[in-house]
């Protein structure tokens, strides 16, 4: 994997760069920023990190995650932002998938932009585009650049690639998990990523709220022709004083039966509106699926918010997978 040599000299000639997530940020889009962010100020570049979401609590152990800035406190970053003109969207490859109000982002000086990204759903944004759907992780991508800009690798770095990895592998072990990621991560914990420490963080750090939140959630759990559905609602938060960062990866759960090929997770949002995640095991492109609803993501791993009431939007769900 080699990144764009118009990629590189972006990189080297600009200065100032402003590096955004995706909404409901995970590991990778995380750590690949933060990852990113760190090798550009070893080579003396200045660059803001934006995020739509707080960090999730459970993402506080990547090196530098205090860095991030939300919309809602853009202004006391300290920075000029007038003087930031090149965005760079990393694990996503549109605005509407950074924020739902892009308002926000006529405090800066957009000028051109980048796109650094795995997803197969694409939308026509960016002046220079590097998006490699069979990539496991844009983590094995930001490594590929850190290696191309000859900055060597920092203990901070490496662990925020690892974890940005192991996330979207899960912990390497889905279909994407390739010869090529094991040797990156290797490397990455020859550069000072500790894997244990990274899974214990990642796997074993669950408060009792959030696994009492899991009890419930399985408890919803219907199946139907190879098909598990479960679902949050907005009361199993409250009579658990959770939020939805703790749903993270429940969705992966219902993969551990064997006759299961797809794993959708409705998240209530609001009154008849809801957040749907999708997990394929081998064969079933969710991506389309959910593409098919204004959704997208990966062709085991997607989402997308749909509205209507639950029943209607499961059996919608449920023919479109029985139609892939
Ligand atoms: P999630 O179920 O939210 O964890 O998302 C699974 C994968 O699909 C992630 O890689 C997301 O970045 C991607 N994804 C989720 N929602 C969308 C969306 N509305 N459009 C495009 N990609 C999405
Ligand atoms: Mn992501
Ligand atoms: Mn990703």
């Not at 990189?11 to 409901?24: G, P, V």
């Not at 990539?135 to 690892?162: Q, W």
Request: charged share 25%.
């Amino acid at each position: 994997m080699v990144p764009p040599a118009e990629l590189l000299n972006f990189f080297r000639n600009e200065d100032y760069f402003l590096i955004a997530t995706h909404m409901s940020p995970d590991g990778d889009t995380l750590g690949s920023s933060l990852a990113l962010s760190l090798a550009l100020q070893k080579i003396g570049k200045k660059t803001f990190l934006l995020n739509n979401d707080m960090v999730p609590k459970e993402y506080a152990f990547l090196p530098g995650y205090e860095r991030f800035h939300t919309f809602e406190n853009i202004q006391d970053s300290g920075y000029r932002l007038q003087d930031f003109k090149r965005i760079v969207l990393i694990d996503c490859n549109d605005l509407d998938r950074v924020t739902d109000d892009k308002s926000w982002l006529s405090n800066f000086n957009l000028q051109t932009s980048a796109v650094i990204d795995h997803h197969e759903t694409e939308k026509p944004f960016g002046d220079i585009r590097w998006i490699i759907p069979d990539s496991p992780a844009t983590g094995l991508m930001i490594f590929y650049v850190i290696k191309a800009l000859g900055v060597d690798l920092s203990e901070d770095m490496a662990i925020n690639l690892y974890a940005a990895i192991a996330v979207d592998t899960g912990n390497f072990r889905y279909g994407n998990t390739t010869s090529e990621v094991l040797h990156v991560a290797a490397d990455l914990t020859d550069a000072g990523a500790r894997p244990h420490i990274i899974s214990t963080e990642l796997y074993e750090s669950w408060t009792e709220s959030r696994f009492r939140l899991f009890i419930k959630t399985l408890n919803t759990l219907q199946i139907e022709d190879g098909i598990a559905i479960t679902t949050v609602t907005r009361k199993m938060l409250a009579e658990t004083s959770t939020s939805p960062d703790d749903i993270e990866n429940f969705v992966s759960y219902p993969r551990t039966i064997k006759d299961i090929n797809v794993s959708v997770l409705l998240r209530e949002i609001d009154d008849n509106y809801y957040k749907v995640s999708l997990r394929s095991k081998d064969s079933i492109n969710v991506a389309r699926v959910a593409a098919a609803f204004g959704g997208g993501g990966h062709k085991s791993a997607a989402g997308v918010r749909i509205k209507g009431d639950i029943e209607t939007v499961k059996a919608k769900l449920i023919k479109q997978i029985k139609s892939e």
